[in-house]
């Protein structure tokens, strides 16, 4: 009984499922580098391990592998669906192609992140460090974000109509 809902899955129910848990898990990474959390705080930090930067790194990589996977998903599906269905799988590519940007442009702010820890570390870097570039980076990220939301828009009005039809149907 428990697999009687699987079998009734349109292709856009996988597709759209698959889209949150991808989205689910670099939102994580978003909070873990740029939410403000108590450990982060002195005395705290010296305590609780700071954000784990390499892993954000290979969880970006992840996340950019498994875009691709849905986007071969989502060009298998375009075979087999319905006509309600194409509007939403229409707009899913272009919106994994924004996440795909977008989970880059993280890697690349958690990566300038590491190297710095690795720097203080070997006391290479001085008091005044220059951050035009993490600047840029950021910049680069929240340009990266707003298209991922413009994206997303297209991808909920595609999936809100995939959800009325699926209700009159």
């Known amino acids: 009984m428990a697999n009687e809902p699987e079998k009734t899955k349109i292709p856009s129910q996988i597709i759209f499922e698959n889209l949150k848990e991808l989205l689910r898990a670099k939102n994580t990474a978003h909070e873990s580098m740029f939410k403000f959390h108590w450990k982060k705080m002195w005395p705290f930090s010296l305590i609780w391990p700071q954000v784990d930067y390499e892993r954000i790194v290979r969880l970006m990589s992840e996340i950019r592998k498994n875009a691709i996977i849905q986007k071969n998903l989502v060009l298998q599906a375009k075979n087999v669906t319905k006509e309600f269905e194409k509007e939403f799988l229409d707009a899913v590519p272009a919106y994994l192609d924004a996440l795909d940007v977008s989970c880059q442009k ?38 990266a974000q707003g298209n991922l939301v413009r994206a997303g828009a297209f991808v909920q009005v595609g ?7 699926k209700s009159n149907v």
């Open 106 to 143: 993280l890697s690349a702010a958690a990566q300038w992140k590491q190297d710095m820890l690795l720097k203080r570390i070997h006391k290479d870097v001085k008091f005044r460090r220059d951050v035009s570039e993490y600047n840029r980076i950021l910049k680069e990220y929240e340009e």
């Open 159 to 165: 999936w809100g109509k995939v959800v009325q039809a």
